[in-house]
């Protein structure tokens, strides 16, 4: 399984709303943890209907659950890979910071994993802004990282032959 870092920003409108947004983002993202390991565990249970267990997940995880509320399974999908797209990856190891305005999380998880879920989470939740990038999606161009120096009046040619 491919692994990437992910970066995740978010920014609010001021500290106190961004503090409070980090709490329960962190029991979001700690719930997550809890259900991506549940949803591993029952998976296998093909003698299961997986919409019930699919439900199950759901009643055990009411704040992870917010991020996958629409989410339909067929009744022959026994793996229950449904998850696998719409629910973010996230390991035991992801950073959370908050500082003033903003909230930054980072995280190494399966390369394919939409964070999307959690941006639209804490912009419902009071962040004026947010987004994601996967590292596998920067383009690493040396050229565009040279800081330049921008000349703000350009000497005369009497002044410069002086």
Same mark, same amino acid.
């Given at each position: 399984?491919?692994?990437s870092?992910?970066?995740l920003?978010?920014?609010?409108?001021?500290a106190?709303?961004?503090?409070a947004a980090?709490l329960q983002?962190?029991?979001l993202l700690d719930?997550l943890?809890?259900?991506?390991?549940?949803?591993?565990?029952?998976?296998?249970q093909q003698?299961?209907?997986?919409a019930e267990?699919?439900e199950?997940?759901k009643?055990a995880?009411?704040?992870?659950?917010e991020l996958?509320?629409?989410?339909?399974i067929k009744?022959?999908?026994d793996?229950?890979?449904?998850?696998?797209?719409?629910?973010?990856?996230?390991?035991?190891?992801?950073? *959370?910071?908050g !500082?003033?305005?903003e909230l930054?999380?980072?995280d %190494?998880v &399966?390369?394919c994993? /939409?964070?999307g879920?959690?941006?639209?989470w804490l *912009?419902r939740? !009071?962040?004026v802004?947010?987004?994601?990038?996967? %590292?596998? &999606?920067l383009e690493? /161009?040396?050229w565009?990282h040279i800081?330049?120096r921008?000349l703000?009046?350009a000497p005369?040619?009497?002044e410069?032959?002086?």
């Amino acid at each position: 399984m491919g692994e990437s870092h992910y970066y995740l920003r978010a920014e609010f409108r001021d500290a106190e709303t961004a503090a409070a947004a980090g709490l329960q983002f962190r029991e979001l993202l700690d719930d997550l943890l809890v259900l991506n390991e549940d949803w591993q565990a029952i998976r296998g249970q093909q003698h299961r209907v997986p919409a019930e267990r699919l439900e199950e997940i759901k009643q055990a995880h009411p704040l992870a659950a917010e991020l996958i509320a629409g989410l339909q399974i067929k009744a022959d999908e026994d793996s229950m890979n449904v998850l696998a797209g719409p629910l973010p990856n996230l390991s035991g190891a992801y950073e *959370l910071e908050g !500082g003033g305005t903003e909230l930054l999380l980072d995280d %190494e998880v &399966w390369h394919c994993t /939409d964070w999307g879920p959690l941006v639209d989470w804490l *912009l419902r939740h !009071g962040a004026v802004g947010a987004g994601f990038v996967n %590292e596998e &999606w920067l383009e690493i /161009d040396p050229w565009s990282h040279i800081e330049m120096r921008v000349l703000v009046s350009a000497p005369s040619s009497a002044e410069a032959s002086a």
